[in-house]
């Protein structure tokens, strides 16, 4: 546990030694947020109805919605935050180096995610937190903002378990971006993120049930906010701690099973073969990109399958 | 065992996609505590996959390996915790936003478990050591040569028993690249400090290495000193100062090699029975011509090597 905790102070420590050189656009990332959550206190009167309010339990919409959207840049990072440094290091070589040093490889990558979000939290996300905290003060105590933020930041364990899966799938798969596409509009749309799922169909209910990052999201706004839940609240965080185990012990198996591939054929060559119709297909390359690959990567080894 | 750094026994690995190739086909050697041992042979040999079975990177499909008394397969994170590893694509695997120092510092306590203090003072030991004076400069900002030699420190910071490099000397200026052998030998000296590197510099296998094993294929064809690898050239040289084709000199007597490019070197067994023939050549007789007359280098045996494994002795 030390490793991962020092893992995760020092990637944080690089994250901010590299933010920090460069100054204007850190303070331009800073100043966004701000700007933004400033204009958002003068617009939030004109998206906070009666008939929201019936739905969501809450008159503070503009809380509501922020406590949403702020999670949005998290999901960013603990879903890709490792992916994209895989897929950096493997341009690089780098992962040569990080994988023949004794570090836990599943606490690497995780900690990759984690440092992340923690930068995204204090530089980027404090504002959008601390206007959601202020339009709620009316109904906000220590003890919802304590719940509120357990549920929240095992929301991003949560999603950080799917960002580990990820990163295995960069390994195997190398350029994994379109999938973000899709998990993006998922998580924004199922999840009640930026639409609450109160005034949504039921299917779409049903289907967020499904989708990592709901029952957070509205556990979070409920401690906070005291907003009513679209489901029964001992269910949603049921619901997180199942999440968080099953997408757990997943990543770990998926992970450890890149990792061991990796160390039979090669990280440019970890694939996954599909028989497809009687025949084997590589899902990733034409037989000109493994020419070309070959070109590039000499000493590379090749698949072993 | 004791004195092994690093012992192989009939290591083998067959890679199978896009074509399939065997990389490694039972090599088996001893490399001991304290030695600079260097990995010879053409692209494709074979040299990056072993030191990548060494650094627990791959898994060998046969044999066993150990670093530093430990199994490479079942005691991996023994032999990570025992190694340095500067890889072939070194000088782009650094954060390039950070400054020499912190990217030392970085990777040294984050992935190496050194503490602080001691990767700030290592790192400046190492600088000191290797003339390095840019600590404080952006990665991005540095050289070709100098990436590498950031590279090079950090294979070394947090104090590894072995070291595999991968094309240590890439970029690295001649004099820089005497820095460095300088500074490994003293390593190796002071600190009993084992190396295991691959190269394709002659000069540098022949000023470095104690022991040396040439690879083709897979294979093991030869394992010992530079010095006796050299015998292997057997051969005096003449170096000509003209282009001279191999048909042009077939005549030659004693001819065991030659190579061709703007001069010509002649590998003979007796060049003062070779030397009358070659002046009465149509390309050189009545004309002033340079020559010289040496013993082989590493060099010329490397390349006498690699030609008689492809079945001719004109190399």
Known sequence: MSEFFRLVGWMTWRRLAELFRYRMNLVWGVLSPLMWSAAFLLLVPLYSTMEMSSAIGTADYGAYLLLGLSMISFQSVALWGGSNNFNWELTTGLIDYSFSSPVSKYAYVESVIISDALVSLVLYDAPFLAVAFYLAARVLSLSGIAYGMTAYVLSILVLSQIGVTFSALTLLYKNVSNL??????????????????????????????????????????HYVLSSSTVFPVPLEWAGLLLQLIGLGLTSLLVFGFVESRARKNGFQYVRVRLARRGQAHWLTRSPRESALEQRDWPNEGKHTD | MEEAAVEVDGIKKRYTVPVPSTALDGVSFTVRRGEVFGLLGENGAGKSTLIRILSTLLLPDEGEAWVAGHDVVKEASLVRRSIGYAGQDSEKSAYWRLTARQNLLYFSVALRHVRREEAEERAEELAKGLGFSKLDREFSSLSGGEKQMVIIMRSLIHGPSVVFMDEPSKSLDPLAARRVREYIKRLVREEGLTVMLTTHNMEEAEDLCNQMIFLERGRVLFVGPPAEFKEMGEAEVITVDR?????????????????????????????????????????????????????????????????????????
């Not at chain 1, 609450?196 to 990592?212: E, K, M």
């Not at chain 2, 009465?280 to 082989?296: C, H, I, N």
């Open chain 1, 180 to 221: 973000f596409e899709f998990f993006n509009m998922a998580f924004q749309f199922l999840t009640g993120m930026i639409i609450p799922l109160q005034v949504l169909p039921g299917f779409v209910r049903v289907a967020s049930v499904f989708v990592p990052l709901t029952f957070g999201i509205d556990l979070s706004r």
């Open chain 2, 243 to 315: 282009r001279l084709d191999e048909d042009e000199v077939q005549l030659l007597p004693g001819l065991v090699g030659i190579r061709s490019g703007a001069s010509t070197r002649l590998f003979v067994k007796n060049a003062a029975e070779a030397l009358p023939v070659l002046l009465q050549l149509p390309k050189l007789a009545g004309k002033a011509v340079k020559l010289r007359v040496e013993g082989p280098t590493l060099e010329d045996a490397y390349f006498r090597f690699a030609a008689g494994l492809r079945e001719s002795q004109v190399v």
